[in-house]
């Protein structure tokens, strides 16, 4: 990697969509699919210890959304018995490569032992 290209690969972009992690343009965040869908990206993005590369996000939110289709599904076949099996099963394996992609083991976060944390946060004010 050049000079050139190893500093622009560091840099971030000047612009934002103003979209972040969590969120779908256009989307009203109020319904059930759509919280439910928050609450996913959060939870995996948690289990894989936070501070996602952009790649490792994109998948998470495309995890999230496979997710959430099949637990609407799985709902739908509980109350009426009627599933696509062809569409759910191709969901369902997509879903696990996403998953095996990005590990589907939790990753713990080190944390500040108690007094580490009161003695950084009276430094900080």
Do not use: H
Request: net charge neutral.
């Amino acid at each position: 990697m050049t000079a050139k290209s190893q500093t622009l690969a560091q840099t971030k972009p000047e612009f934002s969509a103003g979209i972040t992690a969590g969120q779908l343009p256009g989307v009203d965040g109020r319904t059930l699919p759509a919280r439910r869908y928050r609450e996913l990206v959060s939870g995996i993005a948690a289990d894989l210890g936070g501070d996602l590369s952009i790649a490792k996000q994109a998948i998470v939110c495309r995890a999230a959304s496979l997710i959430t289709w099949a637990e609407f599904a799985e709902a739908e076949f509980a109350n009426s018995g009627k599933l696509d099996v062809a569409t759910y099963t191709t969901a369902i394996n997509s879903l696990r490569r996403l998953l095996a992609d990005i590990g589907l083991d939790r990753i713990s976060k080190d944390v500040p032992d108690l007094q580490s944390w009161i003695a950084a946060r009276e430094a900080n004010g």
